[in-house]
């Protein structure tokens, strides 16, 4: 069955250094998404992403990130410079076409240690 | 600004004793209410979509029915392997974003 991958399964990083978290959307999926989770509450929504171009973001997502579809499979978000409350799980997920009846599959996450 | 309210926090049940987990909500017009399944230190597992009142879905020893304002996932004979972190959410007019609730943990014991 078709599944949503995440790279690296864990990321420790120093405070102010860039990291970049990889997802390979399922294959035929058009519409990507990053949620958070951090320990303890519940998964946030972070940004979606359609046809090269960011749909929506949450307020979370501020000029600190940054997402990007380097070539055909790949899905990354960019952290520019780690805070401490940047830690978390990160969830990448995907759907077939977006619209609201659209069921988000997600993949296992990183972990995201900022130090 | 949309709700997703889920209770109780945390559930234990023995082996085979049924009970039934509450997602209320308050969103402006629903377009779509989802639940997933989280095991620890995982990603959200996606269980069943209810779309509209009086709809109701199954899958093994799971029911999930939605009204107007909430939803129920009832859990039938559960065994220890249904332990795990239950994920409401919500999609509404507004955009792509799912909204969850905080999750209901059940654990179930032998």
């Known amino acids: 069955e078709p599944e949503v991958t995440q790279t690296p399964s864990h990321q420790v990083t120093q405070m102010g250094q860039e990291v970049i978290l990889r997802c390979v959307p399922i294959?035929?999926?058009?519409?990507f998404y990053w949620y958070r989770q951090i320990l303890g509450q519940k998964v946030e929504f972070l940004v979606s992403f359609y046809n090269n171009e960011i749909s929506e973001k949450s307020e979370i997502f501020d000029d600190q990130f940054s997402v990007e579809r380097p070539d055909g499979s790949n899905f990354t978000l960019k952290i520019r410079s780690t805070k401490l409350e940047d830690s978390a799980m990160y969830f990448c997920?995907?759907?077939?076409?977006?619209?609201?009846?659209?069921?988000?599959?997600f993949g296992p996450g990183t972990r995201l240690t900022v130090l | 600004e949309d709700q997703v309210t889920q209770s109780p926090e945390a559930l234990r049940l023995q082996e085979g004793e049924s009970s039934s987990l509450n997602c209320s909500y308050t969103v402006s017009g629903l377009r779509g209410l989802f639940w997933y399944r989280q095991d620890p230190g995982k990603g959200p597992e996606f269980l069943f979509t209810l779309y509209s009142a009086g709809e109701e879905k199954e899958k093994e020893r799971l029911k999930a029915t939605l009204t107007k304002k909430e939803s129920f996932l009832h859990i039938t004979a559960p065994k220890p392997e249904d332990s795990a972190t239950y994920l409401c959410a919500v999609h509404s007019n507004s955009g792509y974003a799912l909204n969850f609730g905080k999750g209901t943990s059940l654990l179930v014991t032998p």
């Open positions: 294959s035929n999926h058009l519409y």
């Open positions: 997920a995907s759907s077939e076409r977006g619209g609201a009846t659209d069921t988000q599959y």
